[in-house]
């Protein structure tokens, strides 16, 4: 049984295995989501401050959609980085690994971050509606 692998190229089996952040991430609201305030931190200040808010289905299909939309680039990538460049796909594919741990690092965060924080003052709420903008 001969062993013929090219090594310059990675896997397809690791390329697909990027799409696994995404159930994992999806997992992770569905278990949580009835402890999820009905309006979110979504955005912080420097100082880990909330200052935007959405709703949980907002907060979950921005973290889910940005998740999917880089998945897809990223799978592009990494394929065809692997067919025409053999030199660069192995570091291509980590720093495609990389960015997602972070984006996974940042829904994992937010949901952390509204289970453990107490609910946002009503006022707070209301001020960062796009109805109470213009006030």
């Not at 090594?7 to 990027?18: D, F, G, R």
């Not at 690092?105 to 009503?122: A, D, E, T, V, W």
Request: aromatic residues 14%.
């Amino acid at each position: 049984m001969p062993m013929n692998r090219d090594w310059s190229k990675p896997p397809v089996w690791l390329i697909c295995a990027m799409w696994l952040v995404l159930p994992i991430s999806a997992l992770e609201y569905r278990q949580n989501w009835d402890a999820l305030p009905a309006r979110m931190a979504v955005h912080f200040d420097a100082n880990w401050n909330p200052n935007g808010f959405t709703s949980r289905e907002g907060a979950q299909k921005l973290g889910l959609g940005i998740m999917l939309l880089m998945l897809v680039v990223f799978t592009i990538g990494a394929f065809a980085t692997r067919a025409l460049n053999r030199s660069a796909a192995w570091p291509l594919l980590a720093v495609f690994y990389v960015v997602l741990g972070f984006v996974w690092y940042g829904n994992h965060s937010i949901i952390q971050f509204n289970l453990k924080s107490p609910r946002p003052p009503l006022a707070l709420a209301l001020k960062s509606s796009p109805v109470f903008d213009r006030w």
